[in-house]
T-cell receptor, first 114, second 112 residues
């Protein structure tokens, strides 16, 4: 069974640009979450999607957005990039339910903003 | 706001010794507490979890304890091995919120 696939794995952007990251969940998983990982901050929740609907959003500025498609694949977008957006962006999928249960993480997309 | 504090940030133990990582959560509504292990270059992977109606759970060399009154939960690894070296994250979640609040991580080094 294939795991969570994130693309691209690495990317370098400059300030002011925008970026789109993609996530393909495990087959049959309909919930997709996104987290930002930075040194010293751990994992910070960005948003969660289920059946193309955002069910919760973390405390990030509006420059961070996401969406989910009918096949459960998800994308997140960051516009007007800032140096502080440099981080590992992790996508996780899970089975639907009450919102608790195992998250299956991808290997992440490492974004560097210059 | 919701917060999970994790200590220590780094931990070095001799192979065969035990390791303990502690977390404290702030939201009394939290009812699910997973622990994740992240190896270099990989995404975090669930190693054990506990729900609020249980005080302790064990899986071979790994155990987790939960004290709801004090809002504390801990990870215990016995008979540590070099392959236990990784970064460990605790997290807390509440049914219906669809999000996890993670601690800042503990880098565990097991010295051979």
């Amino acid at each position: 069974k294939a795991g969570v696939t994130q693309t691209p794995r690495y990317l370098i952007k400059t300030r002011g640009q925008q970026v789109t990251l993609s996530c393909s969940p495990i087959s049959g998983h309909r919930s997709v979450s996104w987290y930002q990982q930075t040194p010293g901050q751990g994992l910070q929740f960005l948003f969660e999607y289920f059946s193309e609907t955002q069910r919760n959003k973390g405390n990030f500025p509006g420059r961070f957005s996401g969406r989910q498609f009918s096949n459960s694949r998800s994308e997140m977008n960051v516009s007007t990039l800032e140096l502080g957006d440099s981080a590992l962006y992790l996508c996780a999928s899970s089975l639907p339910g009450g919102g608790t249960g195992e998250l299956f993480f991808g290997e992440g997309s490492r974004l560097t903003v210059l | 706001g919701e917060n999970v504090e994790q200590h220590p940030s780094t931990l070095s133990v001799q192979e065969g010794d035990s390791a303990v990582i502690k977390c404290t959560y702030s939201d009394s509504a939290s009812n699910y507490f997973p622990w994740y292990k992240q190896e270099l270059g990989k995404g975090p992977q669930l190693i054990i979890d506990i729900r609020s109606n249980v005080g302790e759970k064990k899986d071979q060399r790994i155990a987790v304890t939960l004290n709801k009154t004090a809002k504390h939960f801990s990870l215990h690894i016995t008979e540590t091995q070099p392959e236990d070296s990784a970064v460990y994250f605790c997290a807390a979640s509440t049914t219906g919120t669809y999000k996890y609040i993670f601690g800042t991580g503990t880098r565990l080094k097991v010295l051979a």
